[in-house]
């Protein structure tokens, strides 16, 4: 006869500080993933049809890229992406199209610089062929050749967009001068000068006096 140990049933208590643990760590583990992609705006206008179409096509075109940002509820960010375009042959403009694509973007774990670039360039990256097909699909129903726009890099022009703001921040600190009118005189840390660059108005920068 064999004979089997009983089996011994362990009743589990859950240990609350793992939980506490796991959910702390997943909040600090960083997440993306696109929610929707759609267009939020199109826009086309050929001012010089259809007489343009009897022109010689040599086209130039004119791009201009815009993003913009918005903060949703819970993480969930939108982000549109603007391409507005504006061709001409010569010196006739054939059309001008814009088209707003839009993307709203779960996101969540990232620090402030992450999240600026992340906004600023992943994301535009994404919708940028979205963007290049719906504005191609618009040209086309215009009676134009479709633009093929090339591949646009995004990081470059953050880091440009980013050294802009840093310079401008900078400058505005610095201290400027200001030309005085040789008619004027003013008394600066107890000199009277005149017909000179002057640092800003501040403490030590008495009122105007007469000659």
């Given at each position: 006869m064999r004979w089997s140990a009983p089996a011994v049933w362990t009743r589990y208590w859950p240990n609350l500080n793992d939980n506490k643990a796991q959910s702390m760590t997943e909040q600090a583990t960083p997440?993306?993933?696109?929610?929707?992609i759609y267009v939020k705006d199109l826009s086309f206008e050929?001012?010089?049809s259809p007489e343009i179409f009897r022109q010689e096509?040599?086209?130039s075109v004119q791009l201009d890229l815009n993003t913009r940002t918005k903060t949703l509820e819970n993480d969930f960010h939108e982000v549109v992406l603007t391409l507005s375009v504006t061709v001409k042959t010569?010196?006739?403009?054939?059309f001008i199209a814009e088209v707003q694509q839009g993307g709203i973007f779960l996101i969540k774990g990232l620090d402030a610089p992450s999240m600026s670039h992340t906004l600023g360039a992943?994301?535009?990256?994404?919708?940028?062929?979205?963007?290049?097909?719906?504005?191609?699909?618009?040209?086309?129903?215009?009676?134009?050749?479709?633009?093929?726009?090339?591949?646009?890099?995004?990081?470059a022009l953050y880091a440009q967009e980013m050294a802009r703001i840093n310079a401008e921040a900078q400058a505005s600190t610095e201290p400027r001068a200001y030309w005085i009118p040789k008619s004027s005189w003013v008394v600066f840390s107890g000199s009277t000068v005149s017909n000179a660059w002057m640092l800003p108005t501040g403490p030590g920068l008495a009122e105007n006096s007469s000659q």
């Amino acid at each position: 006869m064999r004979w089997s140990a009983p089996a011994v049933w362990t009743r589990y208590w859950p240990n609350l500080n793992d939980n506490k643990a796991q959910s702390m760590t997943e909040q600090a583990t960083p997440q993306f993933s696109l929610q929707r992609i759609y267009v939020k705006d199109l826009s086309f206008e050929a001012p010089k049809s259809p007489e343009i179409f009897r022109q010689e096509w040599n086209p130039s075109v004119q791009l201009d890229l815009n993003t913009r940002t918005k903060t949703l509820e819970n993480d969930f960010h939108e982000v549109v992406l603007t391409l507005s375009v504006t061709v001409k042959t010569g010196e006739e403009v054939a059309f001008i199209a814009e088209v707003q694509q839009g993307g709203i973007f779960l996101i969540k774990g990232l620090d402030a610089p992450s999240m600026s670039h992340t906004l600023g360039a992943f994301c535009p990256n994404i919708l940028f062929p979205y963007a290049r097909e719906a504005l191609d699909n618009l040209v086309t129903r215009g009676s134009f050749p479709a633009l093929m726009l090339a591949p646009v890099n995004f990081d470059a022009l953050y880091a440009q967009e980013m050294a802009r703001i840093n310079a401008e921040a900078q400058a505005s600190t610095e201290p400027r001068a200001y030309w005085i009118p040789k008619s004027s005189w003013v008394v600066f840390s107890g000199s009277t000068v005149s017909n000179a660059w002057m640092l800003p108005t501040g403490p030590g920068l008495a009122e105007n006096s007469s000659q």
